[in-house]
């Protein structure tokens, strides 16, 4: 049984940042891809970033400049940096492990709040 653990969300001004964290218990973690999607009231949960096994990222072209994903898979952790948050930005972001396809991942975290003032 693999469980994503959270951490790092919270309430900022615009211009602020924040780095989010997410610590995955089990095996497997350096063989499987990991992403980051986010949920706002009312929208579809959407595609923020997603990280390969050999460390090579794809992002969402609204955060593309501002967010960088990492991972370090002697920790079993992926991060998500993000740097000069809007207000568009506030979202529940979730991790994910383990990509299956279309958008479905084998484990999700629980989800963290992120929440930006203007």
């Known amino acids: 049984q693999v469980q994503l653990v959270e951490s790092g969300g919270g309430l900022v001004q615009a211009g602020e940042s924040l780095r989010l964290s997410c610590a995955a218990s089990g095996s497997g973690f350096s063989d499987s891809s990991m992403g980051w999607y986010r949920q706002a009231p009312g929208k579809q949960r959407e595609m923020v970033a997603r990280i390969f096994r050999n460390g090579g990222a794809v992002y969402a072209d609204s955060v593309k400049g501002r967010f960088t994903i990492s991972r370090d898979n002697a920790k079993k952790t992926v991060y998500l940096q993000m740097n000069s948050l809007k207000p568009e930005d506030t979202a529940v972001y979730y991790c994910?492990?383990?990509?299956?396809?279309?958008?479905?991942?084998?484990?999700w975290g629980q989800g963290t709040q992120v929440t930006v003032s203007s």
């Open positions: 994910a492990l383990g990509y299956i396809l279309n958008g479905n991942w084998r484990y």
